[in-house]
């Protein structure tokens, strides 16, 4: 069996790379597929996340520049973009087209694909699209309307489109859903936990990760706890913002910004409690290392995402979207109370399995299978 999957990049520190690079190896290490994977914008640099040595990687090396995609100086390099894309499925000659972008590949790629069947993978919240474009001036809305067309016209000629939850299948209502959600590497040894007092978590540093918001929630507490840390690892484009909302207030619990980790199942091992303050989110793959390495959660509700991974009162708790006390208080009720904190940590460990890499694999292998035996 021949996979090729299509994306923009595997150089930067995110969920979306991580767990694409863990399907692409197991495919060829677990599985025995011949793989492939095709960037186009990699800009000469190395993948974040470790590929295995069996995986093709190929890059188109079209190097998009920042801002808007749809720019008029990049129409040329959509003409480029789609023909050495064809050439290389063409050359390659596999038995499914695997998509996880939402940039122009998500578009493209069912029609370089031509008869090979080919599935696309949304990450994005619906929610997260709706802010968006609620934000957006009305001349904007109109373009956005417009490339909404295409991209509906561009989804129809896959065989499926796959969610990460049923929330995000319901919302964004296409008529060739399917949901299978993200899995945890199970494969990898866990570190020896080392548990300090310290509340942790993992992401980029963008807007709707509200880190902001978590700085708040600590700050209502930094006064009623004494000994904890919280750590924020990752990097992006609300650092500096972060950073003087960190130097505007003298802690007596320290705040960090030690940017992004290649180590973050020993960065939760040393930790004990995992926070997560999200606007939106879908299928966070932090929140399943974080159980799989024992950690409590205490989480924003958002309206997809975690709510499919933390089971409320036995790994975690849920809290209000948005609501930055109950954040605060959830995490206070966790620091104080160390039994709690280890009931839930022995729950998480259990509850994560049903996310196990060799389960979800499967159901992905059957997706292949099934839609090559159909055709």
Known sequence: MRILYVTDQLYLFGGAEKILTQKLNYWADVFEYDVMVVTSSQFGKAPFFKLSNKVK????????????????????????HYKKLKATISDYNPDGVFVLSQRLPNIITPFAAGKIPAFYELHTSWRGFKNNYDAQPAIYRIKTRI????TRFAENRYSKIVYLNPTELSLFNRKNGIVIPNFYDDSLPQPVETRKKSVVTLGRLSYEKRYDRLLDAWKLLDEKIEGWELFIF???VEREKLERQQNATVWRNPVHLPGATSEPAKKLAESSIYALSSQVETFPMALLEALSNGLPIVSFDCESGPRHIITAGEDGILVPSEDVKALSDA??????????????SQRAKQNVKRFNAAAIMARWDELLKNTIAAK
């Open 331 to 344: 995490l206070l009720e966790l620091m104080q109370n160390d039994e709690e904190r280890a009931r839930m």
């Open 234 to 236: 990752g990097d992006g």
């Open 147 to 150: 490339l909404d067309a295409i």
């Open 57 to 80: 990687h190929i890059d188109l090396g079209i190097d998009y520049p920042d801002g808007s995609l749809y720019h008029p100086r990049n129409f040329k390099r959509f003409s480029q």
